[in-house]
């Protein structure tokens, strides 16, 4: 299995819903990565996770929360977000941190109205 | 710091057309380079890679060599398809701060 998975594929929510995006691998891989992609931009960083703990965060704000509860789960918690938050946001994993090659899911597309 | 730094979009080809899509950095260290396509409406999939001076990487009949000399890795193919039509980005990697950095990305378009 050399997949990434990601749900919901697309997602609607109101700016005071609590919402959560969940991101799957089974590789073994013990990096996994969020990332943030607006319309006809390259990726933007915002979390990485090592061996399960939070290894950067990219100074984003507090209404996004990851959460990994296992070497295979990643999940992003959503807050109170503003409707500039509204992107798709990218799930990755690689063996580890220091190894370069990440793979991506097929990302959430998500809508804050 | 780390950067890439792209050519200019879109880009429109016709069908069998030669492709080159230039990408030179400026890197701490020995960066690992990296092309991404991400076709319309899905994620990033690792197109191909070099991590060492000279190295070429190939797939799907792409191919890019990494070029020390000039800090350069262009992406070129000899025919695109239509199906080759998506958003391209370089990207480097270095285990200086243990990140992927990006270059804008390029839209290719490629007509019947």
């Known amino acids: 299995d050399t997949e990434v998975t990601q749900t919901p594929k697309h997602l609607v929510m109101g700016m005071t819903n609590k919402k959560s995006l969940k991101c799957e691998q089974h590789m073994g891989h013990r990096a996994m990565y969020w990332y943030k992609q607006k319309a006809k931009k390259p990726p933007e960083l915002m979390f990485v996770?090592?061996?399960?703990?939070?290894?950067i965060n990219e100074s984003v704000p507090s209404r996004f929360s990851p959460e990994c509860p296992n070497s295979s789960l990643l999940n992003l918690h959503l807050h109170a977000l503003q409707p500039e938050d509204s992107a798709l946001y990218l799930c990755?994993?690689?063996?580890?941190?220091?190894?370069?090659?990440?793979?991506f899911g097929p990302g959430t597309r998500l809508t804050v109205l | 710091g780390n950067s890439v730094t792209q050519m200019e979009g879109p880009v429109t080809l016709s069908e069998e057309a030669f492709l080159t899509i230039n990408c030179t950095y400026t890197a701490t260290g020995y960066p690992s380079l990296f092309w991404y396509v991400q076709y319309p409406g899905e994620g990033l999939q690792l197109l191909l890679k070099a991590t060492k001076a000279d190295d070429k990487g190939s797939n799907k009949g792409f191919e890019a060599t990494y070029r020390k000399e000039t800090t350069s890795f262009h992406l070129e193919k000899g025919s695109v398809q239509v199906s080759d039509s998506a958003v391209y980005f370089c990207a480097l990697f270095t285990g200086a701060n243990s990140k992927l950095t990006f270059g804008k990305g390029i839209t290719l378009s490629v007509r019947p």
């Open positions: 990755a994993s690689s063996q580890e941190v220091s190894r370069h090659e990440q793979f």
């Open positions: 996770y090592s061996y399960e703990k939070l290894s």
